[in-house]
Every structure is written in structure tokens, then in C-alpha cells.
């Protein structure tokens, strides 16, 4: 019956002294939601990092990192349209646009940077899609006519002025993209009833774990991908994105040990409860898991000389273990704490779906959602070659322990 009375009531659970009215109101879909977003902004800031700063070694990977932010983009407000009662009001965000609302301008900055994405995929794989049309047949023909917009130049002009339309793409890409999670944690910490979120660190914080979840992912994708493929994996550009993933890997722990510093420093009135909230009751969740697993033991075997494959691989896999875990203490932790700073709540997702809304919060969806990116890489490798680059094989320079052309040559 309580259930029925409050949306929260299924999954929460309550100990101490606690208010009422409080529940556990965002749930799993909403740390969903920021990890995928946090993917978007990193695959996409990856992309950037070729097509507007020259790094060459990158060059294999920016068309795949550009078309996976794209996948990931399109199920981004997923979480969200799940999580809410009546999702379908959302609709009233697009029809009355204004800044006033976080929200409703997350709506215009989503919609235009999936613009931004789009066109810039457009732009990449123009001379490829052209191509196709004049060769392919049929149906798929008639796709690729269609994919051209009418445009068939492929003069030299015309490649120079795409490479100029690319880069400054690229170039406005890169604030949307921080935009577009940095706004993440701007909600989070405009909330002042809760302590853990309240902190102007909270936009950086997210922003850097975005871009180590993009980077990482990346890494784990491209791997993958090109292994499934059987085609060659340059090292230079495995090397190029652990770099990459070092540095802002370094910047995130710094912001997020600063942030808890802080909060242990000023030692307001919520500090009691949340000291035993972060270190006794999400111990191993935050120390362990999201601490030590997904940030300082990947930091580690990436500065250890002689990278391998395998060691780029699992150090990837950790930071995506690790930044998953920071969305969830961020998240569920902070809603765990009673206002009355007397009480705990408890977050227990429901796994037998019972009912509708028992469903919707289960692990099935979730599942769904974090699949489904990759499943639309698929597709989209189908028509476009996300996978498939055209690069000097010498120009990779691989180093003692990643994979060598001979390796290669074996398959």
C-alpha cells in the first residue's frame, strides 16, 4: 500500500530517525544516465583531439570515437525517459524551449550538439558515402543516394573545404560536449539539501570522469571491435588514448580527493553522518571499488613501462568499473542520508518485477540501455567503416609487448 503512495517507497529502505516523505527518488536510471552521457563527452573529446589538434597517432581512431559518441548520444535520455511517471510530458521541454529551467536547457544543448555530431559524421565519411552511391545498387543505393544530400563533389577544393568545415566542427564540439555533461553535475550541486552534492567542484568532477569513462571506453571498444574484425590494431593510437586517459585520470583524482578534503575540512554539521556514510557503510564501494579498483591500480599499470595490449585492456575495463561506481556513491549515496542527519536510506533495486513500476527500475531495462549503444555501433559499421581505417602500418611504431604486425599476420 505504501508503495502506491509514494514513488521511492519499493526500493528504499529506512533506519534511524528519518523524515516521512523521504525516499530514494533517483534510482538506478539516473546514474545511468550520467554514465552515458560521461561516455559521450569522452569518445567525442577523443574525436577532437585529431581533427583539431593534429595528433596523428589518433588518426585510426577519431572516425570510430566520433560514430560511437553518436550511438551513445542517441540513447542518452534514455535513463531519463524511463525513470520518469509520465515520460511522455517530456515532450513539452522541446515545444516550449527557455533557459530558465536546467532541464529544459539540457534540451536545446542536447539538440544541438547532436547536430554538431551529426554533421561532423556527414562531413568524415562524405567521400565514402559518395562512393557507395555510385557503386552499390537497389536499396542500399538508393540509402547512400539519399545519405549524400545531393552533394557529389569530391574535387580537391572540395576535400580541403570539408577538412576545414570538420575541424572547426570538431572545435565547437568540444565545449557542447562539456556542456553537456558538465550541466550533469551543475544539477547535482545546486542541490543544497543534500551535502554530498553540495560542492562548486561538483561540474569538474563529473566533466574529468567523463572523459576518463569516454577514453576508457574507447580504448575497451576499439580493441574489441578490431579484434572481432581481424583487423590490424595500431598501437600508436592504444598508446596515444592511455596517454590521454593518464593525464585526466590524474586531473580526476585530484578534483575528487580535493572535494572530499574539503568536505572533511569545513566539517559542517552533516559531516558526522556522512563521514560513516563514505567510510563505513560505502567503504567498499568508494575506497576499494571506486577508488582503488577503477582509479589508482589503472593509473598504475599505465605508467608502468612496456604497455601490452592486455594491460591497456583491464586498465580501461577498471576505469569503467570505477567511474560506473563514483555515478552510483554520488548518486544513491547522497540520498542515503536522512535530512535529519539521524537516519539512513537504503537503496535496494527491485530484481523480481511484480509490477510495471518494479519492472522499469529492475535489471532488465538497465541492461538494455547499456547494450544498446553498442548494438547501434553495429548497425552503423554495417553502412559506414566505423572499423575499418586506411593507415601506414609502420607509422603505428609499436612497442616490445603490444601486438606486432607478425602477430597480426597470424590471423
Known amino acids: 500500500m505504501e508503495a502506491d503512495l509514494a514513488h521511492g517507497a519499493l526500493w528504499t529502505i529506512k533506519e534511524g530517525f528519518t523524515y516521512p516523505n523521504e525516499y530514494i527518488y533517483w534510482t538506478i536510471h539516473i546514474v545511468v544516465y550520467p554514465y552515458i552521457t560521461g561516455l559521450v563527452a569522452g569518445a567525442f573529446v577523443l574525436s577532437s583531439m585529431y581533427h583539431v589538434f593534429g595528433k596523428e597517432e589518433l588518426k585510426p581512431v577519431a572516425r570510430f570515437s ?11 535520455p534514455s535513463p531519463l ?24 536547457a539540457f534540451t536545446i544543448v542536447y539538440l544541438s550538439y547532436m547536430a554538431v555530431v551529426l554533421a561532423e559524421i556527414w562531413f568524415v565519411f562524405r567521400p565514402f558515402i559518395i562512393e557507395q552511391a555510385k557503386e552499390k545498387k ?14 557529389f563533389d569530391l574535387s580537391e577544393k572540395a576535400r580541403h573545404t570539408d577538412e576545414r568545415i570538420i575541424k572547426i566542427l570538431a572545435a565547437v564540439g568540444i565545449p557542447a560536449a562539456a556542456l553537456l555533461h558538465g550541466y550533469v553535475g551543475f ?18 568532477i563529473f566533466l574529468m570522469s567523463a572523459i576518463i569513462s569516454g577514453v576508457a571506453g574507447c580504448i575497451v571498444t576499439y580493441i574489441v571491435g578490431m579484434s572481432l574484425k581481424r583487423n590490424f590494431i595500431c598501437g600508436a593510437s592504444i598508446r596515444s588514448m592511455c596517454k590521454v586517459l593518464v ?3 590524474v586531473a580526476a583524482i585530484v578534483l575528487e580527493g580535493v572535494d572530499l578534503i574539503f568536505h572533511g575540512y569545513t566539517a559542517e554539521e552533516s559531516w558526522s553522518i556522512m563521514s560513516e556514510l563514505l567510510f563505513q557503510r560505502f567503504a567498499i564501494k ?38 560506473f561506481m563514483m555515478r552510483w556513491d554520488v548518486v544513491i549515496g547522497g540520498q542515503s ?38 548494438i547501434l555501433l553495429f548497425i552503423f559499421n554495417r553502412v559506414l567503416p566505423v572499423f575499418t581505417e586506411v593507415f601506414n602500418e609502420e607509422d603505428c611504431g609499436f612497442t616490445e609487448g603490444l601486438l606486432s604486425s607478425k602477430d597480426h599476420a597470424k590471423h
Not at 566520433?66 to 542518452?76: E, I, N, P, R
Open 138 to 151: 537497389g536499396l542500399l543505393g538508393l540509402i547512400y543516394n539519399a545519405m549524400t544530400l545531393g552533394s
Open 187 to 204: 544539477i547535482f550541486g545546486s542541490v543544497k539539501t543534500v551535502p554530498l552534492w553540495k560542492t562548486p567542484l561538483m561540474p569538474f
Open 286 to 323: 568508494m575506497i576499494v571499488v571506486q577508488w582503488l579498483l577503477g582509479m589508482i591500480v589503472p593509473l598504475i599499470l599505465l605508467l608502468l613501462p612496456r604497455l601490452t595490449m592486455l594491460r591497456a585492456f583491464v586498465s580501461a575495463t577498471l576505469v569503467l568499473i570505477g567511474v
Open 247 to 249: 593525464w585526466f585520470l
Open 337 to 374: 542520508m536522512s535530512r535529519s542527519f539521524a537516519g539512513f536510506l537504503t537503496y535496494k533495486m527491485p530484481i523480481i518485477p511484480n509490477s510495471i513500476e518494479a519492472f522499469k527500475e529492475g535489471p532488465f531495462p538497465i541492461g538494455f540501455l547499456l547494450i544498446m549503444p553498442f
Open 66 to 76: 566520433l560514430v560511437f559518441s553518436f550511438a551513445l548520444l542517441l540513447m542518452a
Open 81 to 104: 525517459m524511463l525513470h520518469l511517471t509520465q515520460p511522455f510530458n517530456s515532450v513539452e521541454l522541446m515545444l516550449t524551449p527557455h533557459f530558465y529551467s536546467a532541464i529544459a
